[in-house]
């Protein structure tokens, strides 16, 4: 310990413990008899005070060996770690913890650690996995269960989501992974022994009361049957769309619905191309906040974050050298449409988060005070969006009356009927990840500029 603390330590302790009438201490020898006792007391104190520090100490070290071997086995690579949402979310908690408690000595890097919201919203990513794939929690921590092996020998992944569900009052989901808890406990005969120092008695104690607020009610299930279908118009081609650059090398197309009208393009984007646009976005991906609807691009306007959708992203303007140009040029040679700005927005990149997702909507705007306008180039026509990540689990794109869901390649769809009205068959939405990084790209095309390519029809069903 540095001196100086220790005498710090001892002055303090002076102060607390010694008789404000040993002021005259050097009058009489009775007071320096008294102040003999003081000093016992003083270094008894202390004792006490080194005690308790080393048990710190020894707490620090043990936590320490702990997570330097979880790195060394299970973080080999950062794409592992953030391919599952338990390993993330553990790995969040351990990090907001490290905030709490580090009294200063981690100033420098406050920023880069998750707050109390990140831990609950990461939370909140796996009720979603759970609740939309109707997982059960023991089949959840099941997914990666060799890659999840050393953790939960270390740490209780359950009593971890546990405590920030129950701290939420989110009974519902506590109830699950206190049950979840509670069988890990048991199935080891009481010699499993996490690192949060958490009982079978304190589990069983939350998890009756969690019971009590939840009402007995049973867990329920959420399924999805997609309906089974044929339909002889629907194909699939080698594409060139009479364009000549594309004689060489056509697209592979399928048609996957004539209503609304959803095309998929196979190998659309090369591995390099998707990853020189993730690489390039990454200095723009910036969290939504919730002042605005209208992600936040580079130059500078605001950005949305709200419930529905758990996602980060950024705009990346396109040179006619650089992958991003080269990605415009290909999406107009297939599609026949103007895409430069301002007839269409600059390419909009996005990565999901834990459980990531984006409930229903429509790219359309359907107020005519929607930011969408802004550009003064009328509606989104069309959307293009092109998956720059393969997604082992979940995040699929979802086609809510169309029934149907697409989880890879690039997709292409109108928004709009000929006459300019909204096709309300186009409402989608973005599946929660399972396990993966999910990397998207949208392009949105606007009505203006596609007088010549795309032309208008009063007919309501064109």
Known sequence: MDPT???????????????GSLGEMYTSLLNVKQAISVEQKLIDYLRIYIDHESERLEDIKRFYDKVSDLHTELYKGPAAAMANPLAAFTLIKRLN???????????????????????QG???????????????????????????????????????????????????????????????????GGEWSPE???????????????????????????????????????????????????????VRREVLSLQPYVVVYHNFITDTEAEDIKRTSHPGVSAFSSSSNTPKNISGEKQATAEYRISKSAWLKGSAHSTVGKLDHKISMLTGLNVKHPYGEYLQVVNYG????????????????????????????????????????????AFIYANFSVPKAAIFWWNLHRNGQGDADTLHAGCPVLIGDKWVANKWIHEHGQEFQHRCSLNPEE
């Open 122 to 188: 990461a939370a909140k990513g796996l009720m979603r996995l759970q609740d939309v794939y109707a997982l059960q929690v023991a089949s959840l921590v099941r997914v990666c269960r060799d890659y999840l092996l050393y953790f939960m020998t270390h740490f209780c992944i359950p009593c971890d989501f546990t405590q920030v569900a129950y701290e939420q009052e989110d009974y519902y989901h506590s109830v699950q992974w206190l049950e979840e808890s509670v069988r890990l406990f048991r199935g080891t």
């Open 5 to 19: 603390c220790v005498y710090l330590s001892w002055s303090l302790l002076a102060v607390a413990v010694i008789p």
């Open 354 to 397: 834990i459980g990531g997702h984006y409930e229903p909507h429509f790219d359309h705007a359907t107020s005519p005070s929607s930011p969408v306008f802004k550009l003064k180039t009328g509606n989104r026509v069309a959307t293009f969006m092109i998956y720059l990540s393969s997604v082992e689990a979940g995040g699929s794109t």
């Open 196 to 250: 949060n120092e958490g009982t079978l008695e304190d589990a069983l104690d939350h998890l009756a009361f969690s019971h009590f607020k939840v009402g007995g009610r049973t867990l329920g299930k959420c399924t999805f049957q997609p309906m089974q279908f044929k339909n002889p118009k629907l194909f699939c081609d080698y594409f060139t769309n009479g364009n000549p650059q594309l004689l060489l090398l056509p």
């Open 97 to 119: 913890e490290a905030l709490e408690n580090s009294q200063g000595w981690l100033t420098a890097e406050e920023d880069d650690l998750p707050t109390l919201e990140d831990l």
